[in-house]
């Protein structure tokens, strides 16, 4: 058997066909055609701080093995915050920056990093990783929103884990919303009707367009919703209009749009993405406040969206306690990350361990705080 690495600063450089063919299908934001929107659209590009270095895994010249990495400049993007580590190594007259994030530019959801079926060739790849790091004079490397089987491989070649917590929804087999409020406790599931019935009144109705239905028209009204929430949060919105152009020609069919109307105008959107098995969340947005707008047009229609296609799970994006009450339960992420300075290795692995523990016990007291009625309860 010959192997061989290579590093490929576009995606323009692989098919489509042999990248998804080690990415497979059940993620879309691994995707070839996601990866590539995001570059070919100006939104993760060297000039943004996020250069391409793909690795490509040859084993007797077929593709076994791809990486979505990137060379980058700044830790803006991500989810994971290492701006401490960074700022720590600087005062120690280091240099942390370039460093290598292995992950999907702007998308804080769980899935593939190092995309390939054996273990033996996701090992290839994370050692591929290590000798990228050298030749590029990085600081580490990172990989983010990695699978629990991942996370274990690469604890045990010895990279260090990285876990917090977000909030997902699983369907249990639900028939209706109404089969889900079921299963809640009396307060939380008087609560939502609330919250529902508030909107309702409001005179504000909802639309999901996916596949062929989604237009140009669709693209611009959520740009605008995107553009107001970004601008806000970041100050400079990440994606640019011409990605969500592109993915709605090369994707349409992995995207939701959930659009919210008002006497004949959009004022709500919210962006999600449809997997295999998971209906993922990503931006939102709005032109005009009403209370529980939010829950409802990022929440409860990606619930109602589910049940309708029998996925098992909602991942509705980074941090928010208040997903709890509303039936999103917490649950652990994982990230690796290779130092290259020993000492500053030490100290993170120090923190990290403290961190994880600290993380366990938090899911833990979240856990008690579950909506869900017990047997003592109605």
């Not at 590539?36 to 060297?46: F, H, I, P, R, W």
């Not at 109404?178 to 019935?197: G, M, P, T, V, Y």
């Not at 947005?285 to 969206?305: I, R």
Request: overall charge negative; hydrophobic content about 40%; glycine content about 8%.
């Amino acid at each position: 058997m010959t192997t061989k690495i290579t590093a490929i600063s576009s995606l323009r450089d692989v098919s489509a066909a042999d990248w998804d063919s080690c990415a497979g299908n059940d993620n879309p934001f691994v995707s070839h055609a996601f990866l590539l929107a995001l570059e070919m659209s100006g939104s993760a590009t060297a000039k943004t701080g996020w250069a391409g270095q793909h690795l490509i895994l040859e084993d007797n010249g077929k593709i076994v093995g791809v990486v979505p990495c990137y060379l980058k400049t700044h830790s803006r993007g991500e989810y994971v915050f290492d701006h401490g580590w960074a700022d720590a190594f600087t005062r120690a007259g280091g240099r942390y920056y370039p460093k290598l994030q292995v992950s999907v530019p702007f998308t804080p959801a769980t899935g593939p990093r190092l995309l390939a079926s054996t273990a033996e060739h996701r090992l290839a790849l994370a050692e591929g990783l290590l000798t990228l790091c050298e030749q590029s004079k990085a600081s580490s490397v990172h990989i983010t929103f990695a699978l629990d089987a991942e996370a274990q491989e690469l604890q045990n070649a010895g990279w260090l884990l990285r876990n917090d917590i977000q909030f997902h929804w699983h369907n249990q087999g639900y028939l209706s919303f109404a089969d889900f409020l079921a299963q809640l406790s009396s307060s939380k599931r008087k609560n939502i009707r609330k919250e529902r019935e508030a909107v309702a009144r409001g005179g504000i109705t909802f639309e999901h367009v996916t596949g062929a239905a989604l237009t140009e028209a669709h693209w611009d009204h959520f740009y605008a919703f995107y553009m107001d929430t970004g601008s806000r949060k970041w100050g400079d919105p990440y994606l640019t209009r011409k990605f969500f152009s592109l993915i709605n020609q090369t994707m349409p069919e992995k995207t939701l749009l959930v659009m919210a109307k008002r006497e004949g105008r959009t004022i709500a959107g919210a962006l999600n993405f449809i997997g295999k098995d998971t209906l993922f969340g990503r931006n939102w947005g709005c032109t005009e406040n009403h209370p529980f707008l939010h829950f409802e047009t990022c929440y409860y229609q990606a619930m109602d969206f589910a049940i309708s296609r029998g996925l098992a799970k909602v991942e509705a994006g980074a941090q928010g306690e208040h997903k709890l009450a509303r039936g999103y339960l917490p649950e652990k992420t994982n990230s690796l990350h290779h130092l290259a300075h020993p000492g500053l290795a030490r100290a993170v692995a120090d923190y990290l361990e403290q961190e994880r523990a600290a993380i366990a016990q938090d899911q833990d007291v979240l856990g008690q705080h579950s909506p869900f009625r017990h047997e003592e309860q109605d």
